[in-house]
């Protein structure tokens, strides 16, 4: 099942908003090889590298034009940015304050990716989730951020079981795989995350719901930790419940 670059929106999120979706400890990433899929227009990579964290980027927008995608990054802020102020009250406003804060932070990020892309356009991969063509076990930690589940009523449970097996195939034994948000556009939980639970449990990976701090969206509170090949999943704040 695939659907067009246009249905989605190239989001360009900050580096100190994935720290928080993804219970991210700075001092223990530096080093860690990082697998960010889907990293649309996200300064993830950017930013990461200063903090010594080794970063690829993953997303089929990376086959447009560096020129043509900055143009396109900087558009989809503008539309996700008017649609929050749209809708208010759908957003938790205690960490961007405002949402004049929120399209600056968003506008810079995607300035940070775009310059980013120029200058290492080699850990910037055009690619898509299920096949993403990366080597196997290549990758310390995944994090996957507002594609899966975000988009459950255009990818279908087939797509989220191929798209979550395929990014523990990159992951090393023992390694992390971390999807947030939990939740649809619509702020509802779908029975996606417990049939993916379900699947990768089957599998042998562990798997928990962990709260996070990040807010924003309402309702996407808490994150989906996978660890590979091992029995309890740990690294981030304690699990809050079995997510099946
Ligand atoms: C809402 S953005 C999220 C980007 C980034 N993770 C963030 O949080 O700002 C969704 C991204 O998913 C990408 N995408 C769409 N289909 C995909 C697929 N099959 N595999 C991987 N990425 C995909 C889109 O190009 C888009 O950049």
Request: net charge negative.
């Amino acid at each position: 099942m695939s659907t067009p670059l246009t249905d989605y929106l190239v989001t360009a999120r900050t580096f100190e908003e994935y720290l928080e979706m993804f219970a991210l400890d700075l001092p223990t990433l530096a080093g860690q090889r990082v697998l960010d899929c889907p990293g649309g227009a996200a300064s993830f990579a950017a930013d990461g590298r200063r903090h010594g964290v080794r970063v690829t980027a993953l997303d089929p927008a990376y086959a447009l034009a560096p020129g043509d995608l900055a143009v396109r990054a900087l558009d989809d802020v503008r539309t996700g940015a008017d649609h929050v102020a749209g809708s208010l009250e759908a957003y938790d406003w205690s960490s961007f304050g405002s949402p004049e804060a929120h399209r600056a932070a968003r506008t810079a990020a995607a300035g940070r990716f775009a310059l980013d892309l120029r200058r290492r356009p080699g850990d910037y991969v055009a690619g898509s989730l299920p096949d993403t063509g990366l080597p196997a076990e290549s990758f310390d930690l995944v994090l996957s951020s507002h594609l899966l589940f975000t988009y459950a009523d255009r990818l279908d449970a087939a797509f989220h079981r191929a798209a979550v097996r395929e990014l523990l195939r990159v992951l090393r034994p023992g390694g992390e795989l971390r999807v947030f948000p939990l939740v649809d556009l619509r702020a509802h939980r779908p029975d996606l995350v417990d049939e993916v639970v379900a699947d990768v449990r089957s599998s042998g990976t562990a798997a928990a719901e962990a709260p996070v701090r990040y807010r924003f969206q309402r309702g996407a509170d808490s994150m989906l930790l996978l660890r590979k090949g091992v029995s309890a999943p740990s690294g981030c704040a304690g699990p809050r419940h079995a997510a099946s």
